[in-house]
């Protein structure tokens, strides 16, 4: 089955920076690739999505890229900001279709932005 | 606001008992998934539902079971409760926009098992 890896684990950035956090799956049936951000004790929500017929998506400051041929993704934030601080998860799925599949996640990367 | 809803917020309960859970999809939304979130084993996949129908499984353990209803709310049943069945249980609702399934999050049940 799918698996995905996500680094780093932690990343800590100052106010302004950018940050990138990296995935790679296994199973080159998946085509959807979204990412969440989680809060503590909130629920994962859902900030970007990149479909395999696409290579990068930018929505304001979050920009995701995918090599399907490396079987990589990747997350970018430009100009962190301290409400930034989350803990980030990349997932895969085959997503195409009525019902799609499960999401299988990768372990989280905790982000603290310092101001 | 996901518009996935979930009750109850949070459970305590002794080891050897049995909850359930339950989840209602947006508007419209037919596919139901389950997640289990713990410290150690992060977001893990149970099970999927989509209109009525079990669609998929994932590790859920054979004391846990669910069912997705005609009206397409969804209860997870989890029984001889252990402690380490303590955890974040999320369900999600499968929106199709476009041809892709994304997954909006409900807030989740908090389960703690004494």
Redesign the interface.
């Known amino acids: 089955g799918e698996n995905v890896e996500q680094h780093p684990s932690t990343l800590s950035v100052q106010e302004g920076d950018s940050a990138v956090i990296k995935c790679t799956y296994s199973d080159s049936a998946s085509n959807y690739f979204p990412w969440y951000k989680q809060e503590l004790g909130k629920r994962p929500q859902l900030i970007i999505d990149i479909r395999s017929n696409v290579g990068e998506k930018k929505d304001q400051r979050i920009a995701v890229t995918l090599n399907k041929t490396a079987k990589h993704f990747s997350l970018h934030i430009t100009e962190t900001q301290p409400e930034d601080s989350a803990v980030y998860f990349c997932a895969a799925a085959m997503g195409k279709g009525q019902a799609g599949t499960a999401l299988i996640f990768g372990k989280g990367t905790t982000l603290s932005v310092s101001s | 606001d996901?518009g996935v809803t979930q009750t109850p917020k949070h459970l305590i309960t002794a080891t050897g008992q049995r909850v359930t859970l339950r989840c209602s999809p947006r508007s419209g939304d037919?596919?139901v998934?389950w997640?289990q979130q713990s410290l150690d084993q992060?977001?893990?996949?149970l099970i999927?539902y989509?209109n009525g129908e079990e669609?998929?499984k994932?590790n859920i353990l054979e004391r846990f079971s669910a069912q997705q209803f005609p009206d397409l709310h969804s209860e997870l049943n989890l029984s001889s409760l252990e402690l380490g069945d303590s955890a974040l249980y999320?369900c999600?609702s499968?929106h199709?926009r476009g041809?892709?399934?994304?997954?909006?999050?409900?807030?989740?049940t908090r389960l703690t098992v004494l």
Request: proline content about 4%; overall charge neutral; glycine content about 18%.
């Open positions: 996901s037919l596919s998934y997640y992060g977001l893990q996949f999927q989509y669609r998929a994932g999320f999600a499968g199709l041809s892709y399934n994304e997954q909006f999050f409900g807030p989740g």
